[in-house]
């Protein structure tokens, strides 16, 4: 039953969450009307959605949120900092190759966006079978470094939530 | 408006002004286009978050109603800052990089820009073909 009215949960959620924002109330129709899109989008559109992942653990999402807006802060005063103040003489930009344990492609998409809205990395493109993921980084003295930070900043946090 | 408003309001704003300005800056400054990449993606998403948090404040301020569109906009930034950044990261990886100087995957495969057939296959490893020579690829299978 549960399935049946929420095949895609965080759709759902997602969808609600928007309406209710976008509207910008809280007023009775308004949350009437975020529920109806959340139960029937998905419910109509779950056809054009073969294979679908389904979250294992939503629980864990919005800590993570946290966590990547939180770093997204950082990474502006780093960058800006960097930007400011470092010649690029001594600037050391490296590519760096980063072996991925999650296999979902939803979790791959949400990881390659946060890269790219963090600390001085932006993904720039995936292994062909889909088992690394290719990052720039801006300044990076210790790739090492970088590659356990993503391992074990988003991707743990992703894999736990997916998979 | 109260006063309080009115300081966070500012603050705010100065905030978002001193990060866009050093994101435009950024583009200009460093060396080469995959470390200019870096300074609009970030720097600038801090610079129009910051526009938006004033303007949420202000509405607060002004109207005493929280208006919530403003964290939808900051939604669809995050959403699409990382895409228009990989588009020019694509582009870059097929026309200007050479492949050799890439670090391997590590399960030894190859990057998806180089190696994949079809569409995502790199501009460069297909020669280019007057028209009359052309061959449409065989759909029939």
């Known amino acids: 039953m549960r399935a049946r009215l929420f095949p895609h949960p965080l759709l759902s959620l997602v969808l609600a969450v928007v309406w209710l924002l976008l509207v910008s109330s809280l007023s009775p129709n308004s949350i009437l009307f975020a529920v109806l899109l959340g139960v029937f989008v998905p419910m109509f559109t779950q056809p054009y959605w073969p294979g679908m992942t389904r979250p294992t653990r939503l629980s864990a999402v919005p800590g993570y949120v946290l966590i990547v807006l939180y770093d997204i802060v950082i990474a502006n005063i780093q960058v800006a900092l960097i930007v400011l103040f470092k010649p690029s003489s001594k600037l050391q930009p490296a590519w760096v190759s980063v072996p991925l344990e999650i296999r979902t492609p939803e979790a791959i998409t949400i990881l390659a966006g946060t890269i790219t809205l963090t600390p001085g990395t932006v993904s720039c493109d995936l292994a062909e079978d889909g088992h690394a993921i290719l990052v720039h980084c801006l300044h990076a003295p210790d790739p090492d470094s970088v590659r356990e930070d993503i391992k074990n900043r988003y991707e743990r946090r992703l894999k736990e939530i997916f998979e | ?141």
């Open chain 2, 1 to 141: 408006m109260p006063f309080w408003a009115e300081i966070t309001v500012t603050g705010f704003l100065v905030i978002s002004g001193v990060f866009g300005l050093v994101g435009s800056y950024g583009l200009l400054r460093l060396p080469d286009p995959m470390t200019r990449i870096h300074a609009p993606t970030k720097a600038t998403t801090l610079g129009v978050g910051g526009v938006l948090i004033a303007s949420m404040v202000y509405g607060f301020g002004a109207t005493g109603e929280l208006s919530t569109r403003e964290l939808l906009i900051t939604l669809f930034l995050f959403l699409t800052s990382p895409i228009s950044a990989l588009f020019i990261a694509k582009v870059h990886l097929h026309l200007r990089q050479k492949r050799e100087s890439l670090p391997e995957p590590e399960p030894d495969t190859g990057w998806a820009s180089y190696t994949a057939q079809g569409p995502s296959r790199g501009v460069r490893d297909i020669p280019p073909q007057p028209p009359s020579e052309r061959v449409l690829p065989d759909r029939s299978r």
